[in-house]
Structures are given as structure tokens and as C-alpha cells.
């Protein structure tokens, strides 16, 4: 997905002993994985085969949503790091 309005984020839990990672359009929809890397890797492909999908079907993407609903730190996919 190369709209710069969706963004994803990756997050450690605890709970899970997991990476997790969501997208700000996609509130129903996470991804988790043992690497950070792995996670974001796959919340993204998660992401572009439900947008093709809502495409191919000829439905409306959702809206990303502001980020003050999420808690999850925002991972800077250009250096590999987490804010």
C-alpha cells in the first residue's frame, strides 16, 4: 500500500511474547510475528491483499483513522527503529 494515509505500526506484547502490527484504516485487522521485521513485513501484505481485494470487488477503501486512537509506537520503517 503506497498511500502515505494508512501507516503501520509494530509493537512488543507481553502478553503474547510477540511483535504485533496494525494499520490506522484497518481496526479489526493485526498481524503478529516473532521478528519486528517479520511482523511489518507481514501487516503490510496483510493490508495489500485486503485492499486488492475491496478493489476487485469494487469497494470503498476504509479510511485511516488518527493515530490517538493507537497506542503502539510508531515503528520509522527508514532506519528500522521504534520512536
Sequence with gaps: ?????YQFRVSWSDEDH????????????SHIAATEADCLRGIR???DDI????????????RP???DAFDAPLLDTAVGTTN
Design 1 to 5: 500500500m503506497n498511500d502515505p494515509r
Design 18 to 29: 510477540a511483535w504485533i502490527g496494525v494499520c490506522n484504516g484497518f481496526v479489526l485487522v
Design 45 to 47: 501484505e496483510l493490508v
Design 51 to 62: 485492499v486488492a481485494d475491496l478493489q476487485r470487488n469494487g469497494e470503498a477503501l476504509p
Design 65 to 67: 483513522l488518527p493515530w
